[in-house]
């Protein structure tokens, strides 16, 4: 069965201070790993897809990375609007060939003025 | 351009009613996926549909749960009979194409509460 643990499940950080959100996934066969932000009450918010280990994508001051075995979202020098909570997904083959994504329980991110 | 588009927001529903959640993906896309999140939860797939076919239905229930995506109009996600169990957010993603749900768009989500 597919696995995605997430950690830690929060994290408070000072504006500035830079840190790491883990993510650590058991899957045959990755297909993709997919991290998305989502705020209280709202939908996920795509951020980004990885495909292949060594694999990095940025985006304003996130950067994610992939290894084999885990993916790391890198925040740099956060704001406090970038307080939300992370989710890593993992897509593997099911039977029959679909397509729905296994998701972590998330990383609750606060960002402190 | 609009999102995925979700209705209700919110839903309340008594013990043994129906419920209809309904999910207009965004335009030109024809895939769509059902999720739901428990409290403390987290994002469980449901099913995998494009127009007309259920794709992949691993995620439902056995029993009391269907979903459908006519060619016209939106996807429904249909509940009968709910119990307490039920309460959860539902959310709807869509993508364009066969892309494996991955860079799918996720709808504001539909709040189901039973009392």
């Known amino acids: 069965e597919d696995q995605v643990t997430q950690s830690p499940e929060a994290l408070r950080l000072q504006e500035g201070e830079s840190s790491s959100l883990n993510c650590s996934y058991t899957v045959s066969g990755l297909r993709g790993l997919f991290w998305y932000r989502q705020d209280p009450g709202k939908g996920p918010e795509f951020l980004f897809t990885?495909?292949?280990a060594g694999e990095e994508k940025e985006k304003e001051r996130l950067k994610a990375t992939l290894t084999k075995k885990e993916s790391f979202l890198h925040i740099t020098a956060p704001k406090p609007e970038d307080s939300a909570t992370y989710l890593c997904a993992v897509q593997a083959p099911r039977g029959g060939g679909a397509d729905g994504l296994t998701f972590g329980k998330g990383t609750h991110l606060i960002i402190q003025p | 351009n609009a999102g995925v588009m979700q209705n209700p927001r919110h839903l309340v529903r008594r013990r043994g009613q129906e419920a209809r959640l309904r999910c207009s993906p965004m335009k030109g896309h024809s895939h769509v996926y059902w999720y739901r999140q428990l409290p403390e939860e987290g994002l469980k797939f449901m099913v995998y549909l494009q127009k007309e076919n259920i794709i992949d239905e691993s995620g439902m229930p056995k029993e009391r749960f269907s979903a459908e995506f006519p060619k016209e109009g939106p996807s429904i996600l249909r509940i009968q009979q709910v119990v307490r169990g039920d309460s959860a957010a539902y959310f709807c993603a869509s993508s364009p194409r066969g892309q494996g749900g991955g860079a799918a768009f996720f709808g504001q989500g539909t709040r189901l509460t039973v009392v």
């Open positions: 990885l495909y292949s």
